[in-house]
């Protein structure tokens, strides 16, 4: 059973910068893709940065390209998202996810909450002004 959990949440100021980790168990997958949703107050979940195994290669959304970074630990079971210049529009819950068998998507990553089959049960994230 995959299991998924966060860490490194918390309450922050406009322009701090946290860490968010998730640690990873159970994966059975050779090609996998991890990373962030969030969900804010009244608003669809987004999705925010993927990293896929193999290659590396990673996906931002437009709204935290240029401020936040994702990457992989050491340990396969590791990944983050390091978070830079927070804003107060970042408050959100970050939920960590991750999907395997990735040549379904045709060399694209997947970005969708459906495409994704691994969920964590979330960190909320506050940044005040």
């Known amino acids: 059973e995959v299991q998924l959990v966060e860490s490194g949440g918390g309450s922050v100021q406009a322009g701090g910068s946290p860490r968010l980790s998730c640690a990873a168990s159970?994966?059975?997958?050779?090609?996998?893709?991890i990373g962030w949703f969030r969900r804010a107050p009244g608003k669809e979940q987004e999705g925010v940065s993927f990293?896929?195994?193999?290659?590396?290669?990673?996906y931002y959304a437009d709204s935290v390209k240029g401020r936040f970074t994702i990457s992989s630990g050491n340990a396969k079971n590791t990944m983050y998202l390091q978070m830079n210049s927070l804003k107060p529009e970042d408050t959100a819950v970050y939920y960590c996810?991750?999907?395997?068998?990735?040549?379904?998507?045709?060399?694209?990553?997947?970005?969708?909450?459906?495409?994704?089959?691994?969920w964590g049960q979330g960190t909320q994230v506050t940044v005040s002004s």
């Open positions: 996810a991750a999907t395997g068998t990735l040549i379904r998507f045709g060399g694209r990553m997947p970005a969708e909450a459906l495409e994704y089959d691994h």
């Open positions: 159970g994966f059975t997958f050779d090609d996998y893709a």
């Open positions: 990293i896929s195994s193999g290659n590396g290669s990673t």
